[in-house]
């Protein structure tokens, strides 16, 4: 092993007396570490996509939340709410009441979902540091005061620190109605902040008290969820198996990421797709290691003549070029990898690449983790080492 190893990388290292040969293995050694970077700044960038997606619905969905798994709305007194409260790990509670409704700001109107919250649903999400303009004001208890998208405000035409009130309807659905006035129920409130969040949830949501959401739905009791904020170093996946465990098989736990299922799995899809597709790429940028192989093979038949001659095996010799072959991806990947490491960490201290939102210019996010550096490591040279069996079967 290490006579061919040496033999191998004298072979890759040394002039060889046909400088075309030279310049077509250091190609293949430089498009095999374009590749490699290629694919740590991309997967980087897919692993940063997702992460920042993640981080804009931490602003507003819970840790956890617990539904019915008949879809409708629930009495919190069937769930063990003193049990979840003072469960270890667990944050807090809040109730959730959610409603499509019409909202009325002077002349302008917009439908939009209510979301009625109880005190702690501050605590359990980061909203209060997604305000833009105004403040956080829903509070059970206190003056009609709501929050809502900026571009429900924007098309509501909405002043926060105006005493102007928004009227929000909903079809009463309760009794018979005796005349025109009563086809709707309805609230006033006062916006007195707006957040920004994602499209999302900017152009659907309007959050009010939980008591002003009962009011307008004429409830007095029932939700639609509970919301759960657990503590950050905490597996929200093992809390999850122990609280669905304490409310039962009536309903269903869900996390973050179930919440959102659809929108996390085509991110990780698209992720394992590109990397799928720049794996073909390694494929056609292998072809080089091929050809730079195939003319080594040719040009080395005076050398494999004395090996031969020395007592080496047709085996021995044959392992010598597939070694050649395997350093040429094992140290253009490397080298790639180094490349491609050293553009991410820039990225991160010195936002090379920005992107523009509504507050001004954001970093794109990049998110380097050693389980795709390992892959791209084991794919690269994998693939390098089969296609360094083609050549050497020219050695007779």
């Known amino acids: 092993m290490r006579f061919s190893l040496t033999i191998a990388l004298r072979y890759l290292f040394s002039r060889k007396k046909n400088n075309v040969i030279n310049w077509i293995t250091w190609i293949s050694v430089s498009v095999v570490g374009i590749v490699a970077c290629a694919l740590v700044v991309i997967l980087s960038a897919m692993n940063g996509l997702s992460s920042s997606v993640m981080d804009l619905y931490t602003n507003f969905d819970p840790d956890l939340k617990i539904e019915s798994k008949n879809g409708r709305r629930f009495s919190p007194d069937q769930i063990p709410l003193s049990l979840l409260e003072n469960y270890d790990g667990v944050r807090g509670l809040s109730y959730s009441l959610e409603e499509t409704a019409l909202l009325k700001y002077k002349d302008n109107q917009e439908v939009a979902t209510i979301k009625g919250v109880s005190n702690h649903f501050q605590k359990i999400t980061n909203i209060d540091t997604k305000i833009i303009e105004g403040y956080y004001g829903p509070f059970v208890g206190g003056p009609n005061e709501s929050v809502l998208g900026i571009n429900i405000a924007y098309k509501l035409g909405v002043i926060t620190d105006s005493n102007l009130p928004l009227r929000i309807y909903i079809p009463n659905l309760i009794g018979n109605s005796s005349g025109p006035s009563e086809l709707f129920r309805s609230i006033t409130t006062y916006p007195r902040g707006i957040f920004d969040i994602n499209g999302d ?92 192989l195939t003319m080594l093979v040719i040009d080395k038949q005076k050398d494999i003549f004395v090996l031969q001659s020395m007592g080496a095996n047709l085996k021995q010799i044959r392992f010598i070029f597939w070694l050649e072959g395997s350093l040429i991806s094992v140290i253009g990947s490397l080298l790639g990898l180094a490349i491609g490491v050293t553009l991410i960490i820039l990225q991160n201290n010195f936002c090379l690449f920005a ?32 296609a360094s069996l083609i050549p050497i079967r020219r050695i007779k």
């Open 201 to 292: 949830f900017n152009s659907k949501y309007i959050i009010v008290s939980i008591d002003q959401a009962r009011k307008l739905l004429g409830i007095e009791n029932n939700i639609n969820s509970i919301e759960i904020g657990i503590d950050t170093l905490l597996d929200p996946t093992t809390i999850k198996k122990e609280i669905q465990t304490l409310v039962g098989e009536k309903f269903k736990v869900k996390t973050r990421f179930e919440q959102n299922e659809f929108l996390f799995k085509s991110i990780n899809a698209e992720k394992w797709i590109t990397l799928l597709i720049l794996s073909l790429v390694i494929v056609l940028a292998i072809f080089n290691v091929i050809g730079s």
């Open 355 to 386: 992107y523009g939102t509504t507050s001004g210019l954001d970093c794109f996010p990049v998110d380097l983790q050693i389980r795709d550096i390992l892959i791209i490591v084991m794919v690269i040279n994998t693939i390098g080492a089969l």
